[in-house]
T-cell receptor, first 114, second 109 residues
Framework: NAGVTQTPKFQVLKTGQSMTLQCAQDMNHNSMYWYRQDPGMGLRLIYYSASEGTTDKGEVPNGYNVSRLNKREFSLRLESAAPSQTSVYFC?????????????FGDGTRLSIL | SQQGEEDPQALSIQEGENATMNCSYKTSINNLQWYRQNSGRGLVHLILIRSNEREKHSGRLRVTLDTSKKSSSLLITASRAADTASYFCATDHTDKLIFGTGTRLQVFP
């Protein structure tokens, strides 16, 4: 069972470079999420997609863009990377939006920006 | 933003002992979830408790919820070395989950 797959697992960028983090789920879930995890701060929601064709900002959207490519895939793009975006990024999915639904997480992308 | 805060931040116990972690939150909720995160991995959902429930069990896990105190606790009984992980509570308020900062549990063999 693949669940939620994130690529790449590790990436080092220079300030100002751009990159796209990929996420795919095979559970036919409607909702997908991007979080960042920083030491001592828990997970913070960057963007989410309630269903295919919709995206919305979360708590910390500045510096990021997202694309819900289809029901399976939800990508996160850094247009001009900054050192403050050094973090571990997690993609998650759930059957539907809302706190009654457990979220399923990928194993993360560890991103360092020099 | 509303956020659950776990207490303690870190906990070290011996195998066989019980581990209790607490979560406090700021505003009213509909549901509260607990997750586990092993080192270098993503979060794994453990248990969900609704606002009208006071206690819930799943195997060696026992979760309580006190909405009057805006707090929840996660009890792991008869802990094992494999329980070593970080544990997070997550609360919902407007259809999204807000995660706490987590409790790091170390279980020594």
């Amino acid at each position: 069972n693949a669940g939620v797959t994130q690529t790449p697992k590790f990436q080092v960028l220079k300030t100002g470079q751009s990159m796209t983090l990929q996420c795919a789920q095979d559970m036919n879930h409607n909702s997908m999420y991007w979080y960042r995890q920083d030491p001592g701060m828990g997970l913070r929601l960057i963007y989410y997609s309630a269903s295919e064709g919709t995206t919305d900002k979360g708590e910390v959207p500045n510096g990021y863009n997202v694309s819900r490519l289809n029901k399976r895939e939800f990508s996160l793009r850094l247009e001009s990377a900054a050192p403050s975006q050094t973090s571990v990024y997690f993609c998650a999915s759930s059957e539907a939006l809302g706190g009654r639904q457990p979220q399923h997480f990928g194993d993360g992308t560890r991103l360092s920006i020099l | 933003s509303q956020q659950g805060e776990e207490d303690p931040q870190a906990l070290s116990i011996q195998e066989g002992e019980n581990a209790t972690m607490n979560c406090s939150y700021k505003t009213s909720i509909n549901n509260l979830q607990w997750y586990r995160q092993n080192s270098g991995r993503g979060l794994v959902h453990l248990i969900l408790i609704r606002s009208n429930e006071r206690e819930k069990h799943s195997g060696r896990l026992r979760v309580t919820l006190d909405t009057s105190k805006k707090s929840s606790s996660l009890l792991i009984t008869a802990s094992r070395a494999a329980d070593t992980a970080s544990y997070f509570c997550a609360t919902d308020h407007t259809d999204k989950l807000i995660f706490g900062t987590g409790t790091r549990l170390q279980v020594f063999p």
